[in-house]
């Protein structure tokens, strides 16, 4: 069974019907890390968090299915609060400290989190947070335990994070840049880690949401391109990344490339013209060199292989 199966996930600004998610069809197995990959504003958080039931007011899912571990997700999530029983999937938000409560020490957030998502007595709890901060290899667990969130450095923050995550026991793990703003050594450590938990789990899977290149080829079992609210293609990182089928990926990852060995001075935005999400065809289709009219009008058809799916009117002109 698939760890997340997405089935034609449409999410909508509900007053103007712009479609920030058009028909994501995608599925994620169990023991894996998917990179989900595409350049800002492509819609990466907006479907975390649909997926997390935490759309921005006025947002919304308007068709469409989930299931996690077999379970459909999306039923009755209309708004906020039925986040706060979101025992399916754990979010690691790129910012560890925002995901911290500054005015609490990290046992007792520990604790809570274990007794709220674990059903744990306080007792029961208490004796797991030591277990716990060891787990994502924090070296000094009693004074890490004992500290308030801005006594200790980023990276630390970010094993907490992780290790409440991971206490969860939810089979989905998103990760929205797990590693950004996080110096190198340190960012190698948390994937690592990450890594090493999935490894020792064959039910977890995570979602990682990443701009970074190497951190995609070292980490990523499958990839899934976005753009513009729409999957692009999808497939094995290896077999994409050296032999990408889709015009927007290999415009992504020469962007990635020259933003990784310094030759572009900012993230992969390359949007000089915006993406259109009123684009009733492929979004990619007014900066794709490909393009052909039906691209303009037409939402593009799924074009399967062995392993990969890539969404495009014109490959085999290509
Ligand atoms: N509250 C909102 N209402 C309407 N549109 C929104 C809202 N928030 C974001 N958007 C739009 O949704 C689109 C997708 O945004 P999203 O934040 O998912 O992009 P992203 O891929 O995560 O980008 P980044 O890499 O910068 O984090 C963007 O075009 C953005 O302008
Ligand atoms: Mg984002």
Do not use: W
Not at 142 to 170: D, E, F, K
Not at 188 to 193: G, N, S, Y
Request: hydrophobic share 40%.
């Amino acid at each position: 069974m698939s760890v997340l199966d997405v089935d034609r996930l449409q999410v909508e600004v509900f007053e103007t019907g712009i479609a920030l998610l058009r028909d994501i069809t995608l599925s994620i197995k169990p023991g894996s890390i998917v990179g989900l990959v595409g350049e800002s504003g492509s819609g990466k958080s907006m479907f975390s968090l649909a997926l997390m039931g935490l759309l921005p007011s006025g947002v919304r899912v308007t068709s469409g299915k989930a299931r996690v571990a077999g379970k459909s997700i999306l039923k009755g999530l209309t708004n906020q609060y039925v986040n706060s029983s979101r025992e399916d999937i754990a979010l690691i938000s790129q910012n560890p400290r925002a995901a911290l409560n500054p005015t609490m020490r990290i046992n007792k957030q520990v604790i809570r989190v274990l007794r709220q998502r674990c059903n744990m007595t306080f007792k029961e709890a208490r004796s797991e947070v030591h277990e716990l901060l060891a787990r994502v290899g924090i070296p000094d667990v009693g004074r890490v335990a004992n500290s308030y969130p801005h006594q200790l450095s980023g990276g630390m923050c970010q094993r907490v994070v992780i290790g409440m995550a991971l206490s969860t026991r939810a089979p989905l793990l998103i990760a929205d840049e797990p590693t950004t703003g996080l110096d190198v050594t340190i960012q190698a450590q948390i994937l690592m880690l990450l890594r090493k938990l999935v490894g020792e789990s064959d039910e977890k899977s995570v979602m990682m949401v990443t701009h970074d290149l190497a951190v995609v080829s070292s980490m990523c079992d499958q990839l899934i391109v976005l753009y513009g609210g729409q999957v692009m293609e999808v497939g094995p990182t290896r077999e994409v990344f050296a032999n990408p089928r889709h015009p927007y990926t290999k415009f992504l990852l020469e962007s990635l490339e020259s933003y990784a060995d310094g030759s572009a001075d900012s993230t992969p935005s390359v949007s000089e013209n915006p993406i259109d999400f009123g684009l009733s065809g492929c979004r990619f289709s007014n900066r794709c060199p490909f393009s052909t009219p039906v691209c303009q009008t037409t939402p593009p058809p799924a074009i399967a292989d062995n392993t990969r799916i890539a969404y495009c009117h014109n490959l085999e002109s290509i």
